[in-house]
């Protein structure tokens, strides 16, 4: 960027895209390498470009490219917020991955790529949340479970001797750790192959670096598999991949449908080794999301003053009612089951 026209290019190229082919946006590899005043000058070209050309959405409804710029700045929470998102008076991008907050989730469910693992369970949960108090206030983190440098999620939970696909814990710790995805605040990501579950037959263990390239199974590729879609590549799912897509589509609808999952302020209710729960509020509804971090059967006990509410909470996936008894809700979880209860106004 220190050559003089650099920038003026980039500029005209990211409004060439917008423009003339209106794409929605660009995940910014290694973005930690562009100056942030850079990033000020081109997410400002990227939003008025945005706001000068619309199409028409699958939905038949006339709108503008989103203009959303998300960057990969694969450090921790301080390197982010100072590469990425500078500061609050002059902000430079809106969006990046959530790293800091991916590893946690892979210790509370699985395991790290380095075999890093907490026994924590909803501390470690928390713990991860707590990072976005050093972004400034328009930051929008990202979420995810992998991507195309990661080991898919179930590659770990076989590299941790945690569950193995044909046992009922792998699935149950897909489900859980999807659920955080779909109760988080801010846009998500999901992989190719995480909403079945997919996985490596034959990889867990690390391969070393100095043969892991000839046998295509070094850590940061080994994730970009052939994509596997029913009626498309041949696949035929099994009944528990097809257990899980319907299970990954019920909760992209609950967040299309409940503004307070991707939009709402976020207040922790439980953090501790066996679960975890947010209270998520939008001026029109609130709803507890409370996910079991163990592999154990819990109940968990919730007063009413901490919620400041006394009626009913209605489970959005089985419209089942819990009910106060002497102030508290007691919300039973099944190992690593997740709720989203509404309260009931």
């Known amino acids: 960027m220190s050559y003089p026209e650099s920038l003026p290019f980039f500029k005209e190229v990211a409004e060439y895209w917008v423009k003339e082919l209106k794409i ?37 409804e006339l709108v503008n490219p989103l203009g959303y710029m998300v960057a990969e700045i694969w450090r921790g929470e301080s390197e982010i917020a100072r590469d990425g998102y500078g500061s609050t008076e002059n902000p430079a991008l809106c969006s990046a991955f959530d790293f800091p907050m991916r590893y946690r ?26 990072t976005h108090d050093l972004y400034p206030a328009h930051a929008k983190p ?63 263990d690390k391969v070393p670096n100095d ?9 940061d590729h080994v994730a970009r598999m052939s994509g596997k879609v029913e009626g498309v590549t041949g696949v035929i799912l099994t009944p528990e991949q097809t257990d899980l897509k319907n299970y990954v589509r019920e ?41 079991n971090t163990s592999a154990t059967n819990q109940t968990v006990a919730i007063s009413g003053d901490k919620l400041a509410f006394t009626g009913n909470l209605n489970d959005l996936q089985t419209n089942d009612n819990v009910t106060p008894t002497s102030g508290f809700y007691n919300i039973d979880l099944t190992p690593f089951q997740a709720r989203f209860l509404l309260l009931e106004q």
């Open 24 to 60: 929605d946006g660009w995940r910014l590899d290694q973005a930690y390498q562009v100056p942030t005043d850079a990033w000020v000058e081109i997410r400002k070209a990227v939003d008025d470009a945005s706001q000068q050309v619309t199409y028409t959405n699958a939905d038949g």
């Open 105 to 130: 989730l892979m210790q509370a469910f699985a395991i790290e790529e380095n075999g890093k693992r907490s026994t924590r369970g909803g501390l470690t949960l928390a713990e991860g949340m707590q």
């Open 251 to 291: 909760l992209m609808t609950l967040r299309s449908q409940h503004p307070s999952l991707a939009k709402g302020t976020r207040e922790n209710i439980v953090a501790n080794v066996n679960a975890y729960a947010d209270l998520k509020t939008t001026g029109e509804e609130s709803i507890l999301y409370i996910v």
């Open 211 to 219: 043969i892991c390239a000839e046998q295509g199974k070094c850590d």
């Open 142 to 204: 990202n979420l995810m479970l992998g991507n195309h440098d990661l080991v898919r999620f179930g590659d770990l939970l076989q590299r941790g001797n945690l569950a193995e696909p044909n046992e009922e814990g792998y699935w149950q710790r897909h489900k859980a750790a999807i659920s955080f995805l779909g109760a988080y605040t801010g846009p998500i990501t999901l992989y190719y192959g995480e909403e079945i579950g997919d996985e490596l037959q034959g990889f867990a």
